[in-house]
């Protein structure tokens, strides 16, 4: 579900692969229904509301939405009401069927009428950033999967006039390709997917033994917002992988907009949890890597720097051995 830009519109013509149709390709899905219209938002006509009412969710597994970018250029909604429809949308697919997983986006940048800033307020006082976040927080109170386009972009302002048909909004059909790809690898893990047909994938909020992928944050995006997600994801596994059925790990997200203080002293007392939660967990259970080895050290470094870009690249550091680590641990059980 969504507007002109995973319907196929490139800005001049209709493409031939639309996004969906790639992901569905690259995912093996047998079948892929785009119920996408251009110039739609989550609330107006034609848009998520009606695109939700038109089919019954419970003859499908999964379900796309990608919203935000007339949300934003038509300047008739508020936040609010953005996420009144998003919600509303959710509700309903759940409610024709609970296992259904649901997989949403924020809108890449867009340029048109001389934007050029992911911050720059429309005449609601919403901007494209603000947009972005909602979608995030939506995504996870409902504990779905998301990816975050503010987070390594295709698109940037470096190359938007060769990436887009029309150099405002419309990728052409190659850089469609590529933003399919990259759905794969954030919703799919870059694997196919196989779907028994007797009985539906479960929701994701149930442990599954699903992969867990921790986005890798950009000093250009939400990178807080980023390590928060990643940061509940963590938590989550630990506590679902424990042979202790009581086991619960003391910690509470705290959302900031910028790094100051209490920033600063939050992260470094989250990581520090981390590494010694991973390191109890892998000192008393047995867990392997693929190569056999055991694992009983979580490598993690517990950043102390008030500078954005070491911050984020030593974090990145320790998602990308947090995620391997998880992984080894889902595969040991």
Known sequence: MGDSITQGWDGHKQ???PIP?????????DKVENLSVGGTTMTGSKGLPSQVRSVN????????????TNDYWQQSESLQDMQNGLQQAINKMREENPKIQILITTPIQGWENNTNSLDQKNTMGVSQSDIDDMILSVARLNNLKVNDWRNNPIVTSDNYKLLLGDQMVHPTQATMDLMANRYFQAFFNGQ????????????PS????????????????????????????IFQALVDYSTDDNRSIEWQKKDFKMLNR????????????????????LGSEDIYDDNFDEVNNSGIIVPHTLIVAELIEIANQNFKKLQNIIGSIQQSY
Do not use: C, R
């Not at 149709?21 to 899905?29: C, D, Q, S, T």
């Not at 003859?59 to 796309?64: C, K, P, R």
């Open 192 to 203: 196919k997917v196989t779907i028994n047909q007797d009985d539906q994938p479960d929701n």
């Open 21 to 29: 149709n790639e992901l569905g390709k690259l995912a093996g899905f």
């Open 206 to 233: 149930e442990p599954d033994h699903q992969p867990v992928v921790l986005e890798m944050a950009s000093v250009s995006g939400n990178w807080l917002g980023t390590f928060n997600d990643n940061f509940q994801k």
């Open 262 to 281: 209490g920033t600063y002293v939050y992260l470094v007392k989250t990581f520090e949890l981390i590494k010694q939660v991973v390191d109890e967990f």
């Open 15 to 17: 493409v031939d692969n």
């Open 57 to 68: 969710f419970a003859d499908y597994d999964y379900a796309l939405i990608s919203f935000g």
